[in-house]
T-cell receptor, first 116, second 118 residues
Framework: KQEVTQIPAALSVPEGENLVLNCSFT??????LQWFRQDPGKGLTSLLL?????REQTSGRLNASLDKSSGRSTLYIAASQPGDSATYLC???????????????FGQGTTLQVKP | NAGVTQTPKFQVLKTGQSMTLQCAQD?????MSWYRQDPGMGLRLIHY???????DQGEVPNGYNVSRSTTEDFPLRLLSAAPSQTSVYFC?????????????????FGPGTRLTVL
């Protein structure tokens, strides 16, 4: 059974720091991995999606990497800002086959606070 | 595009009542799903659909029904509400990608429905 773990559970940094959020998964047979942002009381916003054949994706100050063989992904946030404060979730998707739903399997998230 | 919309945003029910949570998307996505989010449990899949007329169970389907009569709409029905169903419910949609090995592409989530069952 696929399990996704995110470390740390919470992180507090001063503004301007570069930081790394970690995500690990137990089964390397994923289709893709997605990073989401969730603000308190809000829905999930997709940040980056990495296909299983890719090594990394970049969007602005965000860079996500994927090492499928070791079951790891990292989300790198450059020059953090107070507006980056949120919970960051990673999720892996299954291949749709008989018995597999194609669902997203989520980690518990890392709650980030960026202090001014 | 409105994306994924959900109604209502908040709902309070009494034990035993029934209700329907609405979800609609205007992106012509084949795949739609319902998750519930609970503290300490993360997001768990309730039901999903890979197209109109096709639905299937996720990991926590008991007490919920779904139907998919159109591509756009995917309502979630609570048959007889219980306090254990107090949660935040999210609807999501995506295209189905790939050839041969298929799975979901970027998933788009609605804003959620916060449900309290007394």
């Amino acid at each position: 059974k696929q399990e996704v773990t995110q470390i740390p559970a919470a992180l507090s940094v001063p503004e301007g720091e570069n930081l790394v959020l970690n995500c690990s998964f137990t089964d390397s047979a994923i289709y893709n991995l997605q990073w989401f942002r969730q603000d308190p009381g809000k829905g999930l916003t997709s940040l980056l999606l990495i296909q299983s054949s890719q090594r990394e994706q970049t969007s602005g100050r965000l860079n996500a990497s994927l090492d499928k063989s070791s079951g790891r992904s990292t989300l790198y946030i450059a020059a953090s800002q107070p507006g980056d404060s949120a919970t960051y979730l990673c999720a892996v998707s299954e291949v749709i086959t008989e018995g597999n739903t194609g669902k997203l399997i989520f980690g518990q998230g890392t709650t980030l606070q960026v202090k001014p | 595009n409105a994306g994924v919309t959900q109604t209502p945003k908040f709902q309070v029910l009494k034990t035993g009542q029934s209700m329907t949570l609405q979800c609609a998307q205007d992106m012509n996505h084949e795949y739609m799903s319902w998750y519930r989010q609970d503290p300490g449990m993360g997001l768990r899949l309730i039901h999903y659909s890979v197209g109109a007329g096709i639905t299937d169970q996720g990991e926590v389907p008991n007490g919920y029904n779904v139907s998919r009569s159109t591509t756009e709409d995917f309502p979630l029905r609570l048959l007889s509400a219980a306090p254990s169903q107090t949660s935040v419910y999210f609807c999501a949609s995506s295209l189905v990608g790939g050839s041969g090995r298929k799975s979901t592409d970027t998933q788009y989530f609605g804003p959620g429905t916060r449900l309290t069952v007394l």
